[in-house]
């Protein structure tokens, strides 16, 4: 069977020193021949410098400014040459990656949109917010409150959206849906990208032919500065697809916590009593 050709995209911030070790581990545990590598660089323009001599065979683009995670991977997909992209972040090393495999199920899986593998934490643990199901206004209450449960087998098998930390999608659906909403500076753009997808009835899920080991959070030091940008991206995410009700819901629940979990959850009460 024909393989298709990979183009592995690594947007880059501040993260030469891990981004070393990722290219270092696809180098050494995968067959290169079977992909290309873009390198997205959204730091500094000397951050990179060497580093063609170090990997000869990647592409480094560089940006004029920081363009965030979506603009930036947009930017590496149009230079793509490959029909399946992986997204990947520089923050990563390959533990496993059977990359013939997973275009081999491109190829043969209907309906097969958005893949997803398995991510590790440095202490060898699943790491979290690796898949995921929908996210709602509810669910972010359960999770704030831990109200959720273990769910993350049943979740596994059929998840709503994959981490953009390792993201494989074809260039052909990638091009369709328009590639990553550039609204989106970082975070969410990842699970609006899957909701996009499975409105066309395209399938999301979890690969077990690909384990990468994720340290998370090396590109942007500052907590205060993640925070910011990850309530920025949600209000966006909620705005988009749930319109504004939702969330003036979502920002108020910020400040007032645990009475917006009870007054929903009355409300839900109340509705059952009356179509009963």
Known sequence: MQTIKLTII????????????????????????????????????NELEGLNNLFPHISIIQTENNLGFGAANNLGAKKAHGELLLFLNPDTQIIFADFQKVCERFKTTKNLGIAGGELIDENGNQQEWS????????????NKFYLQGDLKNKIKKDPDWVSGTALFISKELFKELNGFDENFFMYFEDVDLCKRA???????????????????????????????????????????????????????????????????????????????
């Open 131 to 142: 898949f995921g199901t929908e996210i709602t206004l509810k669910q972010i209450l359960k």
């Open 10 to 45: 690594i947007v880059n911030y501040n993260s030469r020193t891990y981004l070393e070790k990722c290219l270092a581990s696809l180098f050494k545990k995968t067959d290169y021949s079977l992909f290309e590598i873009i390198i997205v660089n959204n730091g500094k323009k």
């Open 198 to 276: 499975r409105k066309k009835n395209k399938k999301i899920v979890c690969f077990n032919d690909f384990s990468i080991l994720h340290y998370g959070g090396k590109s942007y030091c500052q907590k205060n500065t993640q925070k910011k940008q990850y309530y920025l991206a949600q209000d966006y995410y909620f705005k988009k697809h749930a319109g504004r009700i939702y969330l003036f819901c979502l920002k108020f629940f910020r400040f007032t916590g645990m009475p917006v979990f009870i007054f929903l959850s009355n409300l839900k009460n109340n509705w059952r009593k009356k179509e009963i």
